[in-house]
Structure formats: structure tokens, C-alpha cells
T-cell receptor, first 114, second 113 residues
Framework: AQTVTQSQPEMSVQEAETVTLSCTYD???????LFWYKQPPSRQMILVIR??????QNATENRFSVNFQKAAKSFSLKISDSQLGDAAMYFC???????????FGTGTRLKVLA | SQTIHQWPATLVQPVGSPLSLECTVE??????LYWYRQAAGRGLQLLFY??????ISSEVPQNLSASRPQDRQFILSSKKLLLSDSGFYLC????????????FGEGSWLTVV
């Protein structure tokens, strides 16, 4: 079965510091996409970053970057220079290429300390 | 650019009353459309998805139903709400040309009392 696991229910980081959120997944597919979504208190799900499995290069979006380890089925999110606005719930998600199914992890609540 | 809008944002409904949540997508054609529910402090549960007009797939047996009367319109309904239907409902869309990325609406808070 395809699963996504976020083993950290909650994380804290000091403002301006770096934090890494963990995500592992299980699949037998070779072609798929991975995502990180941010859900702030407003509850709207916002795309943070996307990674195509066939790309070896790790995706980056400004202060957000991923460490994609395909063999280990690991997809962690690194947030650099953390800001108060980064405080949110973060969800890792997986989808096999060309399908309509998205599998989400249970989320990691990130607190940013001033 | 593509946008997604869902309404109402918040509603409080008595047990046994009907429900209608509506979602529309602009700026894209033939999207895949989804309804998710998120209980307090929990992850996302897929309720329905649709790959075309009139084509609805249900993932979880519910007293809820979904309809897609137009290409970019997706409606979540119930004839009689239960207390357990309370939660946060999210509409979403995707197209394969967008790299399989799924995009979400602003969400609707439903409280059944």
C-alpha cells in the first residue's frame, strides 16, 4: 500500500534559524510526484514545493528546499531563516504520475519562536 | 492564471438540515475536482473526486453526495446532516499538465449543531 509518514507531530524553531521536517513514503511506483503543503491558521492549503521523482536535483523555492532521497523514500523539507509567518501545519503528499490519487501525511505543526 | 473559489466560508447547520457547498475553478479546462474533509487536528480525507462532467467517484461511504453539473463546478451536498459531518471541507483541482499538482480552495467550516 502507498503511504506517507510524517513522524514529527510538532516541531519548534527559533526565528532566523533552520529547521528540517521529515517525510517518508512507501510506493512501488517509479514515476511520481512529491509535495509539501503549508496550512496556516486560515486553513487554506498552500503549495510550498514540488519534486518530480525522475529529477535527481533537489527542488528549491527561496528559503524552502527539499532533500529527496529516492532509494530511501525520504522527502524532507528544510526551511532556512525561519520567519514568524512560517508557523503552520505542514503536510507532505505523494501522487503517482498520471493518477488522481493523492496521499497526504498526518502533518507536522511548526512553531516559530521569536 | 487559475483560481479556485469555494463558498460559503462558514456555516452552522442544525442536525437533519440539508447542505450545499459549492466550488468553481477558473482559468483551466477539464480539471480533476476533489472534495476533502479535515476533522479538527487531523489529516485530509478524500470524499469525492471527478474527472469530468457527471463523473463522480466516492471514496468513503457517507450521507454526503457530490455533483458536477458543469466542467468547472463541483458541489457537495447532503439531504440530512449528522453531527459527525462537522469539519473543514476543502475543494481542490488538478490537471496532469500542471505536473500533477493539486491546488486547494479557501475551505469551508461546517458546524452541525
Amino acid at each position: 500500500a502507498q503511504t506517507v509518514t510524517q513522524s514529527q507531530p510538532e516541531m519548534s524553531v527559533q526565528e532566523a534559524e533552520t529547521v528540517t521536517l521529515s517525510c517518508t513514503y512507501d510506493t512501488s511506483e517509479s514515476d511520481y510526484y512529491l509535495f509539501w503543503y503549508k496550512q496556516p491558521p486560515s486553513r487554506q492549503m498552500i503549495l510550498v514545493i514540488r519534486q518530480e521523482a525522475y529529477k535527481q536535483q533537489n527542488a528549491t523555492e527561496n528559503r524552502f528546499s527539499v532533500n529527496f532521497q529516492k532509494a530511501a523514500k525520504s522527502f524532507s523539507l528544510k526551511i532556512s531563516d525561519s520567519q514568524l509567518g512560517d508557523a503552520a501545519m505542514y503536510f507532505c503528499a505523494y501522487t503517482p504520475s498520471g493518477t488522481y490519487k493523492y496521499i497526504f501525511g498526518t502533518g507536522t505543526r511548526l512553531k516559530v519562536l521569536a | 492564471s487559475q483560481t479556485i473559489h469555494q463558498w460559503p466560508a462558514t456555516l452552522v447547520q442544525p442536525v437533519g438540515s440539508p447542505l450545499s457547498l459549492e466550488c468553481t475553478v477558473e482559468g483551466t479546462s477539464n480539471p480533476n475536482l476533489y472534495w476533502y474533509r479535515q476533522a479538527a487536528g487531523r489529516g485530509l480525507q478524500l470524499l469525492f473526486y471527478s474527472v469530468g462532467i457527471g463523473q463522480i467517484s466516492s471514496e468513503v461511504p457517507q450521507n454526503l453526495s457530490a455533483s458536477r453539473p458543469q466542467d468547472r463546478q463541483f458541489i457537495l451536498s447532503s439531504k440530512k446532516l449528522l453531527l459527525s459531518d462537522s469539519g473543514f471541507y476543502l475543494c481542490a483541482w488538478s490537471v496532469l499538465t500542471s505536473g500533477n499538482t493539486i491546488y486547494f480552495g479557501e475551505g469551508s467550516w461546517l458546524t452541525v449543531v
